[in-house]
């Protein structure tokens, strides 16, 4: 079992920063692709951003693009959301997901483990 824990959330105003952190188990993190998802409460979890095993390769959702910046450090086990100039609309719980299969992915079901997810509160 691959386990994943999100860190990083909480309050912050508008026009704000957050930087979340997803911390993974195992040996075998830097063979996944990584995403980071989101779900506002009665909606639908929507993809927020992506990158492949290497970091070579990123994905933005367009509702971030320019705001968001997702990296990771295979030696640290651990995906990074950089989130800056927060809207309210960015508020959400945010979810880490890993993809065994190294590429790209901005579906739910494309990813094969997931965390439990950290909250993201923006204030106006």
């Known amino acids: 079992q691959v386990q994943l824990v999100e860190s990083g959330g909480g309050l912050v105003q508008a026009g704000g920063s957050l930087r979340l952190s997803c911390a993974a188990s195992?040996?075998?993190?830097?063979?996944?692709?990584m995403g980071w998802f989101r779900q506002a409460p009665g909606k639908e979890r929507e993809f927020v951003a992506a990158i492949n095993w290497s970091g070579s390769i990123t994905y933005y959702a367009d509702s971030v693009k320019g705001r968001f910046t997702i990296s990771r450090d295979n030696a640290k086990n651990t995906v990074y959301l950089q989130m800056n100039s927060l809207k309210p609309e960015d508020t959400a719980v945010y979810y880490c997901a890993a993809d065994t299969r190294r590429n790209i992915a901005t579906m739910d079901w494309e990813y094969d483990y997931w965390g439990q997810g950290t909250q993201v509160t923006v204030s106006s």
């Open positions: 195992g040996r075998t993190f830097s063979s996944y692709a």
